[in-house]
């Protein structure tokens, strides 16, 4: 879909339908003169009293089909004073679906209707348009017959001249949104058809065509690096466990201390000899979700040539139960030397980003390192499926994760790195257990990682099982995969927050 801009009001514009978002109990004509001279005809709408504008409603106003503007969509935000950019952005994506429902060719957003909210012009064309191509999300890659069309494109309508920096604003929502929708599409691939092998050459595919490396470690390399505990995960199935090294270092940054992002990109986790039970077992295809994260992330820093040296290790193997598989009770290396008891093989992610992190203190001097995971169900369970669990012991880059979140609709919860709760990972045959009791595993988890920091390293874990993946459609995102996460590091990477 193409982003453009119209410019000097309504009188001016043309598209097959305005999108107009409005609060509850308001009479839209009323409250907004460009829309009353637009549309005139509108002010009849509301005396029918068959839309009230509560979150998330939505309805079609026909005007005469000669019309510059013949549709208008009215979507509802819900209370004024509840108003904030979730919804906005909801109600646009939303809208967008319909006008695709509705096979309609274009579409105009009106800015005057969304500056109701703070954060200046440039961030809500930048959301609006983010919102928007995300309200059209679909996995359509594995279908051959698809019916659907997008709007070819969406106008931005400005009262006056077109402002400064549109443009700009526009691409930075289409860019966040490319990254977030290339994520889904990696998480809702199946396991067959995205295997370790296949992720590394899409990896392959996105630095080429973005401008950022990336270099593979195979099993053989994995061994000389001493990473015990990856090859483990990956011993019990036919495709090989990697860890897949990227790197954007922009001309002028490059021998910059790196923020270093790390994803778990399990791309199929059965659970190994602890096998999960089959109900929703399906939806571990898209266990690598946090490498999904962090790929698309470092894709986006790349396209936008981010001033800064972001390195993402994605650390990826497939979970599985075979003859070579690794069993509850084994004792393998991991890369700091520690043994590590497994005791449970669905325990794997951590098994994975222990070594990854290993690997990334022994070749940089990282700024920060994060990294993200749908690491366990326990933190599903606690924080339910919009908010993602954050450890981190420094204030700081915890503020700065939390905000670059909530830019973009991704909200974190801070959850405690309770060192008592290490006992339960201790005391085994070995110097660690992978896993410990049902209670408190989200932290339990976070702790095992924690081992595997050097002292005085900021480190921050992001837990996204549960927000990865959406059960029923929701305004921004269809059943599925949700990318959650990506457009967190993304903000993190721009670095324009706290
Ligand atoms: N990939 C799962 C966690 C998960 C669960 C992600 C649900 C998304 C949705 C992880 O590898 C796992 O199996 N964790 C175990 C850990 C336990 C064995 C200590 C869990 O949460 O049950
Ligand atoms: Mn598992
Ligand atoms: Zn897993």
């Known amino acids: 879909m193409e982003i453009r801009f119209q410019a000097h009001g309504p009188a001016a514009w043309k598209a097959a339908a305005i999108l107009v978002p409005v609060f509850e109990g308001e009479d839209p004509a009323r409250k907004h003169k460009w829309l009353d001279e637009a549309c005139p005809w509108l002010c009849i709408a509301p005396a029918l009293g068959d839309f009230h504008g509560k979150d998330g409603e939505l309805g079609v106003f026909y005007g005469h089909p000669d019309l510059a503007l013949p549709r208008v969509m009215l979507v509802g935000l819900g209370k004024e004073e509840e108003l904030d950019l979730d919804r906005i952005r909801n109600a646009i994506g939303s809208g967008m679906r319909k006008a695709r429902d509705l096979a309609l060719e274009s579409v105009i957003l009106p800015e005057p209707a969304l500056a109701a909210i703070a954060g200046g012009r440039q961030r809500l064309v930048e959301e609006g348009v983010y919102a928007a191509l995300l309200g059209l999300y679909r996995f359509t890659k594995l279908k051959k017959d698809d019916d659907l069309k997008d709007p070819a494109w969406l106008a931005v309508g400005f009262e006056g001249e077109i402002p400064d920096g549109m443009t700009e604003a526009a691409r930075r929502g289409e860019l966040a949104a490319e990254a977030v929708c290339r994520c889904r599409d990696l998480c809702n691939m199946p396991a067959n058809l995205l295997n370790t092998e ?3 050459d899409k990896a392959d595919e996105m630095a080429k065509e973005a401008g950022f490396t990336c270099k593979r470690l195979d099993p053989d390399a994995l061994l000389e690096e001493g990473l015990g505990c990856i090859l483990a995960v990956g011993q019990g199935s036919a495709q090989k466990a990697r860890l897949l090294v990227l790197e954007h270092a922009p001309a002028g940054h490059n021998e910059e201390k790196p923020l270093i992002l790390i994803g778990k990109g399990i791309t199929f986790d059965s659970g190994g000899i602890c096998l999960k039970p ?3 077992m399906f939806q571990m295809k898209g266990d690598m979700g946090g490498a999904a994260a962090v790929l698309c992330a470092v894709w986006a820093a790349a396209r936008e040539n981010i001033p800064r040296r972001v390195i993402g290790i994605l650390a990826c193997a497939e979970n599985m139960p075979d003859a070579r598989a690794m069993r509850p009770g084994d004792v393998v290396i991991a890369g700091n030397g520690q043994s590590v008891e497994i005791i449970n093989t669905d325990a794997e992610g951590r098994l994975c980003l222990c070594d990854a992190i290993t690997y990334a203190q022994k070749y940089w001097n990282p700024q920060a390192i994060v990294d993200i995971a749908t690491l366990t169900g326990a933190c599903a369970v606690a924080l339910g499926t ?4 954050l450890f ?11 905000a670059s979140g909530k830019l973009g609709g991704e909200n974190f919860w801070r959850l405690p790195l309770y060192s008592p709760y290490l006992k339960e990972l201790t005391g085994g045959i070995a110097d660690l257990r992978n896993s410990g009791p049902r209670e408190g595993g ?10 595997f920091v050097r002292k005085g390293e900021l480190w921050a874990h992001l837990d996204i ?5 959406n059960a029923k459609a929701r305004p921004l995102c269809p059943e599925g ?5 990506c457009r967190a590091l993304i903000e993190l990477c721009r670095g324009g927050v706290a």
């Open 278 to 280: 089959a109900a929703n």
């Open 465 to 469: 099982a549960g927000v990865d993946w």
């Open 198 to 200: 296949a992720l590394a």
């Open 481 to 485: 995969a949700t990318g959650f996460g």
């Open 392 to 402: 981190c012991d420094d204030d700081s880059l915890a503020a700065k994760i939390s």
């Open 386 to 389: 919009s908010l993602g669990g």
């Open 442 to 451: 989200a932290i339990t988890a976070a702790l095992f990682l924690r081992n």
